[in-house]
């Protein structure tokens, strides 16, 4: 994916015709695949993003904004994850533990969401309190969905690890139990 694929020759005879598509190849290259947007944790990250964003405008525009920072800090958050997984940074930046960092950002967006929800639903009577508050709570369940694949694949990584420790620790007891056997025998 990274870096963008090379462009093939020009056709000389089209050299004077403007290309299909209209789209710059330099901005194509920034673009996430079409394979992970359509991939599960592709729409995660959409509709997280989109969610925040839309949430943000609607504090924006309510009476008084006491809770404008959240939604604004998680849209630039699914934004960032979205652009480091579709170009595989997590891959690129081996030192960092990217299935937890996205694992926190998740647990705390969907708890963070959750009560400022609850609060903006509760207290405040203006129109755009009450739909940040419904789009919060849609916002709530779409991170919690996140965080809980995110939670299943670590769990899944994390007991494969520990059956092959067991199978080592087994074989290697096995090992020295049979070759202090073969001195005992001889």
């Not at 525009?61 to 997590?90: C, G, H, I, K, R």
Request: overall charge negative.
């Amino acid at each position: 994916m990274w870096p963008p694929d090379a462009e093939p020759e020009p056709d000389p005879e089209s050299a004077d015709r403007p290309r299909s598509g209209g789209t710059v190849p330099g901005l194509r290259a920034l673009l996430p695949a079409r394979a992970f947007l359509c991939s599960l944790k592709g729409r995660l990250l959409l509709a997280e993003s989109g969610l925040s964003f839309i949430t943000f405008i609607c504090y924006v525009v309510s009476s008084a904004s006491a809770f404008l920072t959240v939604p604004l800090l998680e849209f630039l958050l699914a934004v960032y994850f979205l652009f480091a997984d579709a170009m595989q940074l997590n891959d690129k930046w081996q030192g960092l533990c990217w299935p937890m960092m996205d694992f926190l950002r998740c647990v705390t967006a969907a708890l963070i969401y959750f009560v400022i929800s609850i609060t903006a639903v509760a207290k405040y009577s203006d129109g755009a309190y009450k739909a940040a508050g419904v789009f919060g709570f849609f916002a709530t369940i779409v991170f919690a969905i996140d965080f809980y694949l995110i939670f299943n694949e670590v769990a899944k990584f994390l007991k494969q690890g520990d059956s092959a420790n067991e199978t080592t620790a087994h074989e290697t007891a096995g090992d020295h139990s049979s070759s202090s056997s073969d001195s005992d025998s001889e």
